[in-house]
């Protein structure tokens, strides 16, 4: 049982290039999350998927898109990457029992050259 | 959506009680309020939720006023291992209470002195 998995845990691109973060769950979130977080900042939401076949923008979407493949999978997209998108990006799934609560992955960290 | 308003930081000795305050004057009528703790390089984790009153468990009490337009999260004798970052977070709960866009203030950089 691993909780919230994410992939890749570090990368480096150059400015306009693109790539995936891929995130994965085995604790049967219906809602998934995508989060950045910049040096000293808190969290800021870039999408979410309230449940599987959906997807809704955040606080800061731009420059990014989502895909919901299944229920246990929600990957982030940067089509042409920027510096500006230098960042850790967190992945959650939303939990079912009471109190809905996030369980987050370990964080991808990015840096854009 | 209920937005949040923390402290930036805070400083403490260890072996004491300290109370994190968190507004949200906008807070909806279905929307829970939770708080997390996170740690560097590491993702945010629950700490403890609540509705209304007072909810204790076995980390920390929360504590909300009637109008619920604040909350405060109490840590009982902090050690240096609660030095973190502590977020309130307005709108989880039980699934279909509250919202699904789930947003974080800047949180509060608790910072404990031996």
């Known amino acids: 049982n691993a909780g919230v998995t994410q992939t890749p845990k570090f990368q480096v691109l150059k400015t306009g290039q693109s790539m995936t973060l891929q995130c994965a769950q085995d604790?049967?979130?219906?809602?998934m999350y995508w989060y950045r977080q910049d040096p000293g900042m808190g969290l800021r939401l870039i999408y979410y998927?309230?449940?599987?076949?959906?997807?809704d923008k955040g606080e800061v979407p731009n420059g990014y898109n989502v895909s919901r493949l299944n229920k246990r999978e929600f990957s982030l997209r940067l089509e042409s990457a920027a510096p500006s998108q230098t960042s850790v990006y967190f992945c959650?799934?939303?939990?079912?029992?009471?109190?809905?609560?996030?369980?987050f992955g370990e964080g991808s960290r990015l840096t854009v050259l | 959506l209920a937005k949040t308003t923390q402290p930036i930081s805070m400083d403490s000795y260890e072996g004491q009680e300290v109370n994190i305050t968190c507004s949200h004057n906008?807070?909806?009528?279905?929307?829970?309020i939770t708080w997390y703790q996170q740690f560097p390089s590491q993702g945010p984790r629950f700490i403890i939720q609540?509705?209304?009153t007072k909810v204790t468990n076995e980390v920390a009490s929360l504590f909300i006023p009637a109008d619920r337009k604040s909350s405060t999260l109490s840590l009982p004798r902090v050690s240096l291992s609660d030095t973190a970052v502590y977020y309130c977070?307005?709108?989880?709960?039980?699934?279909?209470?509250?919202?699904?866009?789930?947003?974080f203030g800047k949180g509060t950089k608790l910072s404990v002195i031996p």
């Open positions: 977070l307005v709108g989880d709960g039980p699934i279909g209470a509250g919202s699904y866009q789930l947003t």
């Open positions: 604790m049967n979130h219906n809602s």
């Open positions: 906008n807070i909806a009528t279905n929307d829970y």
């Open positions: 959650a799934g939303r939990g079912t029992g009471y109190t809905g609560e996030l369980f």
């Open positions: 998927s309230a449940s599987e076949g959906t997807t």
């Open positions: 609540g509705y209304k």
